[in-house]
């Protein structure tokens, strides 16, 4: 009889502890984990040195881009794309500029494009400095053609999205770590309709300037990083209380089991 007790005694208690915590951090992390429900396309930098930009017209303000800044991280909105003449080439797809402004120079950046899932579309995107932007022929025509395309007329102006305006008295310049990127979307996808395959519709799209924290991680990601710290602290804590509650009832079985052989 003390034989089989010694041996219900020395069972896995501890062991299924570990086991046990590890079920209830994967269930946490299950329930709290978010469903992937759209596409991401992005290109991370580093802030250039800040340029003199003039204020005087034409501005950069005039362009019309939208533009992303530290007080201004997302800005939804519609581009257009098209059927790249190779398939799959997203460098061949519909151009597209935004203005990134007022970046802190030194410190890495993630931009970066994200769509619904079920709008099956390829993206190509490039970050410029506006030195290189005015020297290069291709870029500065495409941003000009995407520029004009976006200046609001009598009747529309109402009803266009606000565009990147800083106060100043349109005099002298300001400086600025700025770029531009380049975005070029294209159509991703097949279908019977003669006239959808001829001209696909726009795409809605978040566009998004992520800031990293000490230029280590994104500053969108530091809510979860947070709750991972948190969670493993508790699970920590946890352990130990498991623990010492298995310990508590292995010692109290023991005693028992000894003063039951006593007795017989």
């Known amino acids: 009889m003390i034989g089989i007790m010694a041996t219900t005694r020395n069972a896995p208690l501890f062991g299924a502890a570990p086991s046990l915590l590890v079920l209830l951090v994967l269930l946490q992390l299950l329930l709290h984990a978010s469903t992937a429900v759209a596409n991401v396309e992005k290109i991370i930098f580093t802030a ?55 970046l802190v120079e030194g410190q890495r950046y993630e931009f970066h494009v994200s769509w619904a899932a079920n709008e099956p579309t390829l993206f190509a995107l490039d970050s410029y400095e506006l030195d290189t932007v005015w020297d290069t022929p291709e870029l500065i025509q495409s941003l000009a053609q995407y520029a004009a395309s976006r200046q609001p007329d009598n009747e529309s102006e109402k009803q266009q999205p606000t565009a990147h305006k800083p106060p100043s008295d349109e005099s002298g310049s300001r400086k600025a ?77 023991e005693d028992q089991t000894l003063k039951q052989a006593k007795k017989n």
């Not at 340029?51 to 019309?64: G, H, Q, R, T, Y």
């Not at 059927?83 to 935004?98: C, E, L, M, R």
């Open 48 to 102: 250039p040195a800040p340029a003199n930009i003039p204020l005087a017209k034409p501005s950069l303000a005039d362009l019309n881009l939208h533009a992303l800044a530290p007080d201004n991280l997302v800005v939804r909105t519609s581009l257009d794309r098209l059927f790249p003449v190779d398939k799959g080439n997203a460098s061949q797809g519909h151009p597209a500029w935004v203005l990134l402004d007022n």
């Open 177 to 253: 770590s700025v770029l531009l990127v380049h975005i070029r979307a294209a159509a991703d996808y097949f279908v019977d309709d003669v006239k959808l395959m001829k001209n696909p519709p726009p795409v809605l799209v978040d566009l998004v300037l992520d800031p990293f924290v000490l230029n280590l991680a994104n500053q969108s990601l530091m809510p979860t990083v947070g709750y991972l710290v948190v969670v493993g602290v508790v699970t920590w804590f946890a352990s130990r209380w498991i623990a010492s509650r298995l310990q508590s009832v292995a010692g109290s079985s």
